[in-house]
């Protein structure tokens, strides 16, 4: 803080370089030797715990099932997470050949 910076200015400054009180996290459940920090996608089938940051520390909030199941929670995706299509099918056309007059 410099000391001609007005107070105010320098919460505000600090306030935008702090994580978001609420926040998600998964953190992998699974033991093992495992270092902690390795990419999310290497044991996509164990269990997550997902925390929550509240300011001044991480606190469980749910238990996932998989890194999917992690992933739909945290971005707030419902249902199985597939993008259906919102138009009707189209009508089979006729076959491609040759066409013969009547």
């Known amino acids: 803080m410099d000391e001609d910076e007005p107070l105010a200015a320098w919460v505000a400054r600090r306030e935008q370089r702090l994580r978001p009180v609420g ?3 998964a953190v992998g459940l699974g033991g ?10 290497v044991a996509p089938g164990e269990p ?13 909030e749910s238990v ?31 076959a491609p050949g040759r066409h013969r007059k009547p």
Do not use: C, F, T
């Open 23 to 25: 926040e998600l996290r």
């Open 48 to 60: 997550r715990l997902i925390v929550r940051w509240d300011g001044y520390q991480w606190l469980a």
């Open 32 to 41: 093992g030797d495992a270092p902690r920090g390795r990419g999310a996608h």
């Open 64 to 94: 996932a099932e998989d890194y999917a199941a992690a992933q739909r929670i945290l971005h707030g995706i419902e249902g199985d997470g597939l993008l259906r299509s919102m138009w009707p099918a189209q009508r089979p056309r006729k």
